[in-house]
């Protein structure tokens, strides 16, 4: 009998998941058990989603009627924290700008962070006989100020200082502080109901950061109706010195000027589904066009199932040749009872690749540069589902995803993952990893690798998150090259608003 393949045993996995959750939900409502209220932990997981992906800090909804209500796309209001009646579920973003609520003059507010921030890499070689470690320790102080003179403008600014330290390095990397402006940028809103113009350097993101997660300079407006959001920007990474103290390019889009539009529908408390369409039109020599249409939508299928899909196409021109590229990332997480709130997730992401680079058409789907890839499954804490080692971008590559959780405090969590990697075509390089060396080009399995995630929120103000990650290379490397590599990561950051 031919043994299944890895395909066919991640769809039988959601298979049974769904097969699981309906059989629960049909036996509830046959004894009489189902309940149209949601318990008070899905009621606050669902005061605290954001249909707008590119609404950066939108803060929860009000669990109550006696909460105040804040206005739809509030651009610079990040994670509010729980009122002591309100169970908040909102996982940790490292990212988000600060709150500020501080009165410091009329019309003037303050808030910030103060961020301590630990990193160790061993091992990224893929080679024992290599001695290559990095651990870096990065505070950061990330004040913020807002002046709101009226109910129609808004002036936000972000500057952030971090001074890194290494204290193990293999290679000589002079670590140099940084003054940064983070975000800058003034809102015109409530002049024509459900619009906002907000102009300057602001924050993108995507719900799961698979197309932004970056601070670029832009002019972006937004509409909002019922359940219907629209929004329109232009925009272009470091159009004006970022680094205040060091001026250093990067190769992710300086060059480029994106055209972005979006458009949202909520349906039901928890679901909401997507459409956008993303030009880059790159500026120096003229070379690189790229157009991205897709979907993203996330949810619940049924009560304790929730699901996420995110696709798209890209087309356009890279020089001579042709772009064709598609990909897909879909997943499924089940929620059960009792008091760990045990959880199980799995997930299938496949990006298109290459398989002849010597013709005019690239088939190789590829990402805009300006991803994060992070997500949680059903935790309190952000991580990289695609691998906090590898790192990939989904360009030539299958990713199964296999996680299990337990919650064993409202805002405590702890979040184990394993990625199995494949190369669509047995290729040189893998696009955007971290690691030092590239494999062969003679066998299409990249690897697979071990996460571990815990977060923690319980103190007021503090919030922590700590990542332990093990890569183990296949067949696609070097037998010299078969050795694992390792991250360890530690942050903690206290916020004062």
Known sequence: MPKPSTQQIILSAIFALLLTNIAQAATEFTDGTANPSTSSSDSSSATTSSIGPLDPTAPPKPATPTAPLKEAFDPNAPLIPAQPSVLVKEPFDPNAPPRTTIPIGPNLTFGGYIELNAESDRGYSLNTKTNDATSIFTPKLSPAFSYDPNRYLQIYANPTVETPVAFEETIDNTQTPAVKLNLAFLTLKNIVDGVRLQVGRQRFIDTKRWLFNESMDAARLAYQYENISLELSASRFSLFQT?????ERKDI???SINYYSYLDYKFG????????ALYQDEQLLNQKHPIFVGLQSEGRIVKHLKYWLQTAIVRGTDGS??????????????VFGGALEPSVTVGY??????????DNVDTSFRQTGFQGNSDKFNGVARFKYYGEVLDPRLTNLMIFTGGVGIRPGEKTSFDLVYHYYLQDHASTS????DLTTDPTGLSKYVGSEVDLVAGYQEIAALQTKFVLGYFMPGRAFTDTSRDGAFLASILFRYNFY
């Open 243 to 247: 680094d205040l103290l060091n001026r």
């Open 269 to 276: 408390p928890k679901n909401h589904v997507g459409v956008f």
């Open 253 to 255: 889009g300086e060059t």
């Open 349 to 358: 992401a496949y990006g298109t690749g290459d398989s002849n680079p010597n």
């Open 430 to 433: 893998i696009r955007g990893s």
């Open 321 to 334: 040749r042709h772009i064709r590229g598609e990909a897909i990332d879909v997943g499924l997480t089940q």
